[in-house]
Nanobody, 123 residues
Framework: QVQLVESGGGLVQAGGSLRLSCLAS????????MGWFRQAPGKEREFVST????????AYADSVKGRFTISRDTAKNTVSLEMNSLRPEDTAIYYC????????????????WGQGTQVTVSS
């Protein structure tokens, strides 16, 4: 069982930045691919970014490419999402997820989920 706890959400003006972090409670963090998803009010949950278990492969949704950066720190059991040039349409609950696969682009590929952290971008 892997527990994931997100932090770093908040309210920011358009154009601003936030850094989300996710702490994983597992001794085998380096064996999990990690991902970030988000869900806006009235919308389905959508993929944001993923990083492979080895940290070599990353992928991003087109809507965030060039603005968001995913990274992982194996020593600290954390995965982070640096979000720059935020837009009102980035407003959502952001979820951290872990997969036994090397990485995943779709939510059904993930085995464990955090509770989410709210990100609100004002115009």
């Amino acid at each position: 069982q892997v527990q994931l706890v997100e932090s770093g959400g908040g309210l920011v003006q358009a154009g601003g930045s936030l850094r989300l972090s996710c702490l994983a409670s597992t001794r085998t963090f380096s064996s999990y691919g990690m991902g970030w998803f988000r869900q806006a009010p009235g919308k389905e949950r959508e993929f944001v970014s993923t990083i492979s278990s080895g940290g070599v492969v990353t992928a991003y949704a087109d809507s965030v490419k060039g603005r968001f950066t995913i990274s992982r720190d194996t020593a600290k059991n954390t995965v982070s999402l640096e979000m720059n040039s935020l837009r009102p349409e980035d407003t959502a609950i952001y979820y951290c997820a872990a997969t036994r696969r090397s990485f995943g682009l779709r939510d059904f590929e993930y085995d464990y989920w955090g509770q989410g952290t709210q990100v609100t971008v004002s115009s």
